[in-house]
Every structure is written in structure tokens, then in C-alpha cells.
């Protein structure tokens, strides 16, 4: 290989070294990828932003508007619950009722908010029945999953390969054109879920019995008139720094005072909402100055002011590797962190001093706006209300179904091209105002679409460089023994253990070239082989971490990282194993 080929080979490692821990945001990490790589001279600059104006990170963020429209008139709400019925049913039956229509909803919608969406309503089904929502949620996110990969905008891994198709010169891919390879790999899955999946996955504590268990101990607390404390701040009384008990709120004179700075000054009748581990909160009560302003109780979730939310933290979210202390919580998102869920059990000890991570679900107490304020940004994954009754779907809800539907008909018929119909049909609801325009802007996940089009400068390299032609020749010679089956087994093993480490995105963009290239050598057709390594990358079964609903379920199923190996392992062998087939039959 030439110098060029080598720098190439050590930034790619790089940035799938920094994918892989964490280091940084994705979409930073890939982009400063791009930039060392225009920098050294190894693309120029028409190779490293070409994906600014490919299409591809265009149509997704259309399509992103798209989903958020459909989630914020509820448009699933009373579908899953005529889906799942009125029994208390969690077996096989129950579950195809669900499984199915979900994949199918999701070869057309983002997975990701209509995984947000689905969440609340089958968490609220299965507490009215007393089943743990850990026997749905998890097969829930496999199921959208898999549904992504039946037609091109069903995720936006798919779009990234038709996108960088286009760079090649190829035509980009049809709306059903990767059907024949995602649709059986999709009905092979979903038959393991539903046949095996009951069995696998056993019975987990969700958030919300967890929260049952919270409320215990949510303690009200009175400053006693011209007592010890009256006059004295929050520092000054020592109720800043409490170990295993901290101080939610303030109510005086009818008024809340929430988040409570340590500089207040408190005052006699001040009642004070504490939130802790019981054994601890006990201490509270031979405080000098403080009194119990009435017994032990549980606060309401309908009290007014007051609403339990569960949220996920994700991987690029700026809460990753920070405590709530070091973030200032607080003051910040004006909500108290009663509890952080992790592998199924809650972390024990001084929550503000506890280095949180991807998949970490906050269980917290804040104002009736939290969900509404912090649903859009990158901060939180999920933001789902605990306790209450999840949203109806609107009387706009056919509305967008309508629109939906009529953009994916004008696609299946090729009226017009996929990014043109997105874009008219975001356009479509922020003008008959289902949308504002500062929702639309929301609804958008810049980090994807900054990755996305930094990732072709990335495959550039990766290709005009003549390493995917070097790795593809190596490829080719250690499964040429296995024949052409064994040649797309060992690209697809490589893309699936890829996609696992870091994001489907940039396995697809990192495969992409060395899939062409070991299709030019092989004399395996590149469209086919280019499809087989979008399908595979978005088949991620094995981590919490791997997919971004995974993570959206690990927390409110109550879910453990052996879990998700229990129900992945032969969900993942049997889908890769079927796109191998299906690849080798048509290539």
C-alpha cells in the first residue's frame, strides 16, 4: 500500500477507536476524521463534503420532520392498544399482534420515534395487567429494527448507501429496491422473536415498579418557627450536601421554590420535599429545627406541579461521562434525579457524585413541561411521563397518515425522487400547521446528519486511497475456499461485529467501498452487495449500545446487558445468515 493508504488506515482506526469508547460526540468524531484526512492531503475538498449536498442526509432530515409529526399527533396511540387487546395476555399471540404491525409502521417511519412512541403505551397496557414490560419492549425495539431494513427510507443507514451509490455513479437505490433482501432477512427475524424470544427474555422490574417502591420515601419536612434553622440558608443547615437524601423543593406561602439554591434562606414554615434512601431519610427527623410536616406518605403523580418522568440517557448526549452535580442538574433541566436505573437495578450511594453513561435511565420528579421542553434535543434519548395516561392521537392524526401515506405511494411508483417527496411532505405539515417551524427544526437530529455527511469524505479516502481495494483482495483470498457464499458471509460478519462497536452509519459508510471493491472482485453485482451491507449494518441485536431503540428500552424494561446477548445472539446469527443467502441468490 501506498503512504496515502497507510494515513487513511490509521485515522479510519482512530475514529473507530473513538466511536467505540465514546470519546467524543459520533458525529465530531467522524468529521474530524474527514477534516485530517483533507488536511494530509489525501481528498480534496469536493471528496470530503460531498455528502453535504448528497441527498441522502437531506432526505433524512425530512423524513425526521415526518416521524415527529406522527408522534406528536399520536398517530400509534390507538393503534396499539386495539394491537394488543384487552387481555392479559403477554405470550406469542399478543406479541406477533404487536411485533408485526410495528416493523411494518417502521419500514416507512424512523424507527426511533416510533420506538418513543410505542414505549409509553406499552409500558401503561402492561401496568394495567401487571405484566413487566420487559416481555415486550425489548422485542418491541428488535422488531422496528428490522423493519428499517425493508425499504429504503425505513432507516438511515439505507439512505447513507443509496447516497453514496450515487457517488459511484450508480443510480440511487428504489423505495422497495432493497426489499428482496431486507423483507426476508425482516420475516425470518420477527418468526425467531415471536417463537423464541418468550422464552429467552425473563421477567424484569421496569421504571415504573421501581417508582412504586420510590415513593416511600419522598418525605415532607417543617422548618420550625424561631427554630435552629430559621434565618439559616440551605448550606448553612447542611441540607445541600446530604448523604443519600437531598432537598427537592421548597414550598412557601403556596408558592414552589424549585431547584432550591444553597444560598435560600429558610424560613420558620417553610415545608421542604426530601427525597432519599429510607434507612437515611430517617435522620432527617432528629434534625434540630426540623419537624415532619406529616407522616411518611407517597406523593402523588396527579399532584399538581409534580410529574414523574423516566429519561435515557444516549451516547452523544452531553450528560454521558458527567455527574448531576458536574452538569448542575438543578438548576439546568429544573428537575430532581430521584433515582438512576442501570442494568436493571438502581445505583446505590450520592447520586450527584455518580459518572453517568449511555443507557443510564433517570427516574425523576419535575414540572408538568419537563417531557415538552427536553423531548427534542440530544440531552435525553427518551422522555417518557410515569403514571399517567399516554396521549391520544389528535384530531390531525389522518391528517399526517394521510400525507404519509401519499409520499410513499408517489415513491413506490418513482412520481418523484424520495428527497424531493420528503421534503415536499414536511413541507405539507408545517404549512397545514401540524408542525410550527421551530418544531420541524427540533425534530431534526443534527449530529446524525452532520455524521452522515462527514462519513462520505471518510469512504472517499477509503476507496481513492486503494485500501478498500487491498482489504477486499484479503478478503476475497482467506473465503475464496467457501466460494462467493463464504466471500458475503465474511464481508457481512465484518459489517455486523462493525456496527456493534460503533454507529450503523459509519459501519455503512466504512464497508461501503470495500463491499464495491470485493464485488469488483469477486464479479458480484455492486448493487446487491452495496444493499447487503446497509442491511446488515442497521441489524444490530447484540448491545444496548449497538442501536439507538436498544438503548431507548434498556432502562424502562428494567433490562440487563445479558439480556440483550440472550435474545441478540441467535436473532443476529439467523438474520445475517439469511442476508447471506438471500445476497448470494441474486449477486
Known amino acids: 500500500m501506498e503512504l496515502d493508504a497507510w494515513l487513511t488506515l490509521a485515522v479510519v482506526l482512530a475514529m473507530l477507536a473513538g466511536l467505540a469508547r465514546d470519546v467524543a460526540p459520533p458525529a465530531a468524531i467522524v468529521l474530524a476524521a474527514t477534516v485530517t484526512l483533507l488536511v494530509a492531503g489525501v481528498i480534496d475538498e ?25 408522534e406528536k399527533t399520536g398517530l400509534m396511540g390507538p393503534i396499539v392498544g386495539r394491537l394488543l387487546g384487552n387481555r392479559s395476555d403477554s405470550g406469542r399471540r399478543t406479541l406477533g399482534r404487536l411485533l408485526l404491525p410495528t416493523a411494518g409502521t417502521s419500514a ?26 420487559s416481555r415486550f419492549l425489548l422485542p418491541v425495539s428488535y422488531a422496528a429494527v428490522l423493519g428499517g431494513t425493508i425499504t429504503v427510507i425505513g432507516t438511515s443507514t439505507n439512505l447513507v448507501v443509496s447516497g453514496l451509490l450515487e457517488e459511484t455513479g450508480e443510480k440511487p437505490l428504489g423505495l ?14 420477527l418468526v425467531l422473536l415471536i417463537a423464541l424470544v418468550p422464552s429467552l427474555l425473563p421477567v ?31 448550606e448553612e443547615a447542611g441540607l445541600r450536601h446530604l448523604e443519600g437524601v437531598y432537598l427537592v423543593e421548597v414550598e412557601r406561602h403556596g408558592r414552589m421554590i424549585a431547584p432550591v439554591p444553597p444560598s435560600m434562606e429558610l424560613l420558620g414554615g417553610d415545608r421542604m420535599t426530601f427525597v432519599g434512601q429510607v434507612d437515611l431519610i430517617l435522620d432527617l427527623q432528629r434534625t434540630p429545627g426540623l419537624s415532619s410536616a406529616e407522616d411518611e406518605h407517597l406523593l402523588a403523580i396527579e399532584s399538581p406541579g409534580h410529574t414523574f418522568y423516566e429519561a435515557v440517557i444516549g451516547a452523544g448526549s452531553p450528560l454521558a461521562g458527567r455527574t448531576l452535580a458536574d452538569a448542575e442538574f438543578r438548576a439546568r433541566y429544573r428537575a430532581a434525579v430521584l433515582a438512576i436505573h442501570r442494568a436493571g437495578d438502581r445505583v446505590k450511594g450520592k447520586l450527584g457524585q455518580v459518572p453517568l453513561r449511555p443507557g443510564d435511565t433517570l427516574l425523576l420528579l419535575g414540572g408538568a413541561g419537563f417531557r415538552t421542553r427536553w423531548r427534542e434535543g440530544r440531552d435525553f434519548l427518551l422522555v417518557a411521563e410515569l403514571g399517567g395516561t399516554p396521549p391520544s392521537a389528535s384530531r390531525k392524526a389522518p391528517l399526517v397518515g394521510g400525507v404519509a401515506l401519499l409520499m410513499i405511494l408517489l415513491a413506490a411508483f418513482e412520481v418523484l425522487p424520495i428527497l424531493q417527496l420528503a421534503l415536499l411532505a414536511a413541507a405539507a405539515l408545517i404549512g397545514m400547521r401540524v408542525l410550527s417551524v421551530g418544531e420541524a427544526r427540533d ?19 477509503i476507496e481513492t486511497t486503494g485500501l478498500a481495494a487491498t482489504i477486499a483482495e484479503g478478503l476475497v483470498d482467506a473465503f475464496e475456499p467457501l466460494g462467493d457464499f463464504g466471500i458475503i458471509l465474511g464481508l457481512l460478519l465484518a459489517t455486523t461485529l462493525l456496527t456493534e462497536l460503533i454507529t450503523n452509519n459509519a459501519a455503512a459508510a466504512v464497508l461501503f467501498p470495500i463491499a464495491v471493491s470485493v464485488a469488483m472482485v469477486a464479479g458480484l453485482d455492486i448493487r446487491i452487495m452495496a444493499m447487503a451491507v446497509a442491511v446488515t449494518a442497521s441489524s444490530s441485536f447484540l448491545t444496548p449500545l449497538g442501536y439507538q431503540t436498544n438503548t431507548m428500552v434498556y432502562g424502562p424494561g428494567g433490562y440487563r446487558f445479558a439480556d440483550y446477548l440472550r435474545a441478540g445472539i441467535p436473532l443476529n446469527i439467523a438474520v445475517v445468515l439469511t442476508i447471506a443467502a438471500v445476497t448470494w441468490a441474486l449477486a
Do not use: H
Not at 422497495?176 to 425470518?188: C, K, M, N, R
Open 46 to 70: 469536493d471528496q470530503a463534503f460531498a455528502g453535504f449536498s448528497n441527498p441522502a442526509p437531506l432526505t433524512v432530515a425530512a423524513l425526521y420532520v415526518v416521524a415527529r409529526a406522527a
Open 108 to 133: 416507512f417511519i424512523n424507527n426511533t420515534p416510533l420506538v418513543a412512541m410505542l414505549i409509553p403505551e406499552v409500558t401503561a397496557w402492561c401496568a394495567k395487567r401487571n405484566i413487566s414490560p
Open 176 to 189: 422497495f429496491e432493497i426489499t428482496p433482501i431486507g423483507g426476508i432477512s425482516a420475516l425470518v427475524g
Open 204 to 234: 424484569r422490574r421496569g421504571a415504573q415498579q421501581a417508582l412504586d417502591e420510590m415513593r416511600e420515601f419522598v418525605v415532607e419536612m417543617e422548618v420550625e418557627p424561631e427554630g435552629k434553622l430559621d434565618g439559616a440558608t440551605v
Open 443 to 461: 425534530s431534526i437530529d443534527l449530529d446524525v446528519i452532520i455524521l452522515i455527511a462527514a462519513a462520505f469524505g471518510v469512504g472517499a479516502a
